[in-house]
């Protein structure tokens, strides 16, 4: 399933408001590499402006989270573009609750196109749990 709602953008900037995360790393033996996350989530905040598109190619994976299979130019991109590699949006990564909620795939992208022009969006993300 491809979200119809999070194709190209024709509309202005975004404004990107917040970010949370929290990491849970392997311990390693000393001379090794360093840790690699097991386990990380971390909420990315939008703005929604004029034509607001997430710009993310996403589909269901077992009824609970959305997969990211393309970061599109969007509201996604615009986020990335000023984020930390280990912060951006990336293919791989699955959203699992959007403003706190955590439902059905439907409930998610409904919390997506029901929220309005100008508000804030919490989406929180997911990578390498699912």
Do not use: Y
């Not at 607001?52 to 989270?65: N, P, Q, T």
């Amino acid at each position: 399933m491809i979200c119809g709602a999070c194709g190209d953008p024709t509309g202005p900037p975004v404004e990107i408001v917040d970010q949370v995360a929290a990491v849970v790393s392997t311990p390693t033996e000393s001379g090794s590499e360093p840790p690699q996350p097991i386990g990380i989530e971390f909420e990315v905040v939008i703005r929604k402006t004029g034509e607001h598109r997430l710009g993310l190619d996403i589909s269901e994976v077992d009824g609970k989270a959305l997969k990211v299979w393309k970061v599109k130019p969007g509201l996604i991109s615009e986020w990335n573009k000023s984020k930390t590699a280990d912060m951006q949006v990336r293919a791989g990564d699955s959203m699992i609750a959007v403003n706190g909620k955590r439902g059905s795939i439907e409930d998610l992208l409904d919390l997506i196109a029901g929220s309005t022009e100008e508000e804030d969006v919490s989406l929180l993300f997911t990578r390498g749990t699912t």
